[in-house]
T-cell receptor, first 117, second 109 residues
Framework: SAVISQKPSRDICQRGTSLTIQCQVDSQVTMMFWYRQQPGQSLTLIATANQGSEATYESGFVIDKFPISRPNLTFSTLTVSNMSPEDSSIYLC??????????????FGPGTRLTVL | GQNIDQPTEMTATEGAIVQINCTYQTSGFNGLFWYQQHAGEAPTFLSYNVLDGLEEKGRFSSFLSRSKGYSYLLLKELQMKDSASYLCASRGNDYKLSFGAGTTVTVRA
């Protein structure tokens, strides 16, 4: 199995500012994703973080608002830009494809709880 | 797209068995996942089914029928700590997970 860590675990931010969330996996993985979970709701996929190329965004999410980096097989960042209170949510990193071959598990990081005032 | 349906809430008694059903519709299928999520915490991976049949892991078992687009999670010998939200998620050929709304299970003494 893989262990995923995220930083920060939580933050309170002012409207109009940006926050970058880091995700670190303890093993090399093929696929990394970013999800959002708003209060009382299930998880929604924001984007697939592609190593060495631009992330692939889901409908309703755009690169200018949620820029993503993935410089290698164990690390990714998600930035929430020009924040508004509607961005208050839990942001979760997910990974699968351990060692490039194991896709029968998909793990989540502990999440980053973001509150925008 | 992937439409995932599961019941909103279930209640059971400590020591009993509960079965959480999930139906899905998918344009490309690459596995069915179940996760447990306690309030304020991240989802914890429970099970993965890609072939038809039952997978057993201790007190938890998961079943899949691909032809029916149907899965269930079976929780046996319920304990108070099993009170949580249980999320059904189907995965497409692009490895993206689509989640149901979750089933809140309440275990009563």
């Amino acid at each position: 199995s893989a262990v995923i860590s995220q930083k920060p675990s939580r933050d309170i931010c002012q409207r109009g500012t940006s926050l970058t969330i880091q995700c670190q996996v303890d093993s090399q993985v093929t696929m990394m994703f970013w999800y959002r979970q708003q209060p009382g709701q299930s998880l929604t996929l924001i984007a697939t973080a592609n190593q060495g190329s631009e992330a692939t965004y889901e409908s309703g999410f755009v690169i200018d608002k949620f820029p993503i980096s993935r410089p290698n097989l164990t690390f990714s960042t998600l930035t929430v830009s020009n924040m508004s209170p509607e961005d208050s949510s839990i942001y979760l990193c997910s990974a699968t494809g351990l060692a490039g071959a194991q896709y029968n598990e998909q793990f989540f990081g502990p999440g980053t709880r973001l509150t925008v005032l | 797209g992937q439409n995932i349906d599961q019941p909103t809430e279930m209640t059971a008694t400590e020591g009993a068995i509960v079965q959480i059903n999930c139906t899905y519709q998918t344009s490309g299928f690459n596995g069915l996942f179940w996760y447990q999520q306690h309030a304020g915490e991240a989802p914890t991976f429970l099970s993965y089914n890609v072939l038809d049949g039952l997978e057993e892991k201790g007190r938890f078992s998961s079943f899949l029928s691909r032809s029916k687009g149907y899965s269930y999670l079976l929780l046996k010998e319920l304990q108070m700590k099993d009170s949580a939200s249980y999320l059904c998620a189907s995965r497409g050929n692009d490895y993206k997970l689509s989640f149901g709304a979750g089933t809140t299970v309440t275990v009563r003494a």
